[in-house]
């Protein structure tokens, strides 16, 4: 099993950033990808960005590339999100994500085995 608890989500406004960070433990081998998905109310949960731990690879949805931040610590098995230039649309539970990603989708939520609890992110106008 794959431990993952999410922090830094809250309230900002447009323009504003905001920092979430995903702090992995357990089995942490039984992943080699780390994503952090978003959902809003009445909405699918979709990808937002994703790194590959091992080669570092990123990945990034078109309405985050330029504003958004993946990185990761290995020493601290903490997987960071920085969110610059928030928009009112990027309001969702945004939650961390762990799995072992192989010729699958790293957008896809069915790709992942284990989630964290979620972090709200309120952008206000």
């Known amino acids: 099993q794959v431990q993952l608890v999410e922090s830094g989500g809250g309230s900002v406004q447009a323009g504003g950033s905001l920092r979430l960070s995903c702090a992995a433990s357990g089995n942490t081998y039984r992943s080699n990808c780390m994503g952090w998905f978003r959902q809003a109310p009445g909405k699918e949960r979709e990808g937002v960005a994703a790194?590959?731990?091992?080669?570092?690879?990123?990945y990034y949805a078109d309405s985050v590339k330029g504003r958004f931040t993946i990185s990761q610590d290995n020493a601290k098995n903490t997987v960071s999100l920085q969110m610059n230039s928030l928009k009112p649309e990027d309001t969702a539970m945004y939650y961390c994500?762990?799995?072992?990603?192989?010729?699958?989708?790293?957008?896809?939520?069915?790709?992942?085995?284990?989630w964290g609890q979620g972090t709200q992110v309120t952008v206000s106008s």
């Open positions: 994500a762990a799995g072992f990603l192989w010729g699958v989708a790293w957008y896809r939520p069915r790709s992942y085995n284990y």
């Open positions: 790194i590959y731990t091992s080669g570092g690879g990123t």
